[in-house]
């Protein structure tokens, strides 16, 4: 089978959820797209061609091959989890048994396999080898430590005279590029982990009203603090006051909390506004809708010149 170069790290079956239902017959479903770094109106695009990256899952084999074994696990997971996600739509029930931890799973991987996890992962990794080299450098030793052993590693020898090499090290003007194993460990070590906490929370769906509709984003589950601006990164979640929302279409939202009780209630207008609000913060490049929303386009656009919006993150 030949391997596919377009991997979506947001799943299409997800992002079908948010189709406009009024599109023409016949025409392939689409969504709306808004795009953060953009002063655009939103366009409309089918799900197989938005939230895609060129062989994004893929590692480098020994005979310049592309291993795809996180892209092959994660389409086989999507399999058992979109029948899931239909059911709990159609129910309106949250989840229970063993269900509840697939669910719980997918929340995970949601959460862990985007294109701003990466990013962030890259980032963090870059600062620390950053850092590292000021401290490697304060030591000719430690220094010429490190050199023997890069020689080791890479089977031949550094001509760099040692104080060029620390000039080199200190001024900070090269590319970092972090092994990609780095991020996939993310999916693969790191989702699993959080799988009993998100289990553990109190699950409630809220159903938007008559009017108003629930958005999306390239990175839909956010974690918050209730009641304030502040966004947690998944350690977060041990916090007694955090929220967990993740749409699940323009109709219904998941809320994961610790305190309360599992159930499916009706949110206000307000509630809708504020939990959408918090999606285009936390989102990456894009937001997604089932419809054009003048509201969302605004926001789209006041996010790009601010930070923080003011968030209630309240969504009854």
């Given amino acids: 089978m030949v391997p596919k170069k377009k991997h979506h790290y947001i799943p299409q079956f997800y992002l079908r959820e948010f189709s406009d239902p009024y599109g023409p017959k016949g025409q392939e479903p689409y969504v709306w797209v808004y795009e953060k770094r953009m002063d655009k109106l939103a366009e409309k695009r089918s799900p197989k061609n938005i939230a ?55 929340l995970a991987v949601m959460l862990t396999r985007t294109l ?39 089977g031949e020898r550094i001509h760099m005279p ?10 900070g003007k090269f590319e970092i590029v972090p092994s990609k194993e780095w991020s996939l460990m993310a999916i693969t070590e790191v989702a699993p982990s959080l799988v009993p906490m998100l289990a553990e ?3 409630k769906l ?35 006051n955090v929220m967990v929302t993740f749409p699940l279409s323009p109709r219904v939202c ?30 990456q490049k894009y937001v997604f809708s089932s419809k054009y929303l003048k509201s969302v386009q605004s926001l789209v656009r006041s996010s790009r010149t601010a930070k923080t919006m003011t968030l209630k993150v309240e969504l009854g």
């Fill in 201 to 203: 929370m109190r699950w």
């Fill in 254 to 283: 998941l809320a994961l909390r610790w305190r309360g009780t599992d159930g499916c209630c009706s949110a206000t207008k307000r509630g809708v506004l504020e939990t959408n609000k918090r999606t285009i913060v936390f989102a």
């Fill in 52 to 106: 895609t990256e060129t062989h994004f899952y893929s590692v480098s084999g020994v005979t310049s091959t592309r291993i795809q074994a996180v892209e092959d696990a994660l389409s086989r997971f999507e399999s058992r989890v979109a029948p899931l996600l239909r059911e709990v739509l159609s129910s309106r029930q949250v989840p229970q048994g063993k269900e509840r931890l697939l669910f719980a799973y997918f």
């Fill in 206 to 240: 809220f159903v938007s009203p008559n009017q108003s509709v629930y958005i999306t984003s390239d990175s839909p589950v956010v974690i918050a603090e209730s009641g304030t601006s502040r966004l947690f990164s998944p350690s977060g979640l041990l916090t007694n």
């Fill in 116 to 154: 701003k996890v990466r990013q962030e992962i890259n980032a963090a990794m870059e600062d620390l080898v950053r850092k590292m080299n000021v401290v490697i450098t304060k030591s000719e030793d430690r220094l010429r430590a490190v050199i023997r052993r890069m020689e080791r590693d890479i």
């Fill in 162 to 171: 040692i104080t060029e090499l620390r000039k080199f090290m200190l001024n």
